[in-house]
């Protein structure tokens, strides 16, 4: 029997025509899963807080925008902020924290 494999953090980047399988997707997971998720999700500025409320409404994770500064958690998806990119760096203590800027394209 092979060993369990348990990710550290699952990444996942998705165009216009994510949420629907984005969706279906995380109304598999468990609450209280054990990694957190990272969404890149293709929109329009401003629309990724009602992303984000409409994905919660539809899994037993927490789900919301990213924050600079803060750290992923296990059970939550953290969507970069429309027309933001979403990049991940060291903090204290070497726990990853969530850096956002807005780049070239």
């Known amino acids: ?3 369990s494999v348990r990710p550290k953090l699952i ?3 998705a165009s216009t025509a994510g949420p629907p399988a984005l969706k279906q997707l995380l109304a598999e997971l468990p609450a209280g ?7 890149v999700q293709h929109t ?3 629309m990724t807080g009602q992303l984000a409320e409409q994905l919660a409404s539809q ?3 927490k789900v919301r925008e990213a924050r600079a500064g803060e750290s992923p958690e ?3 998806m953290l969507i ?13 203590g070497g726990a990853a ?5 807005q780049g070239p394209k």
């Not at 899963?33 to 969404?39: G, M, W």
């Not at 924290?97 to 800027?101: E, I």
């Open 97 to 101: 924290r969530v850096t956002l800027h």
């Open 1 to 3: 029997m092979a060993p």
């Open 74 to 76: 296990a059970g939550t």
């Open 11 to 13: 990444v996942i980047a």
């Open 80 to 92: 970069a902020p429309g027309d933001w990119h979403l990049e991940l760096a060291a903090g204290e």
């Open 44 to 46: 329009l500025k401003g």
């Open 33 to 39: 899963f054990p990694a957190p998720l990272l969404l």
């Open 59 to 61: 899994t037993r994770l």
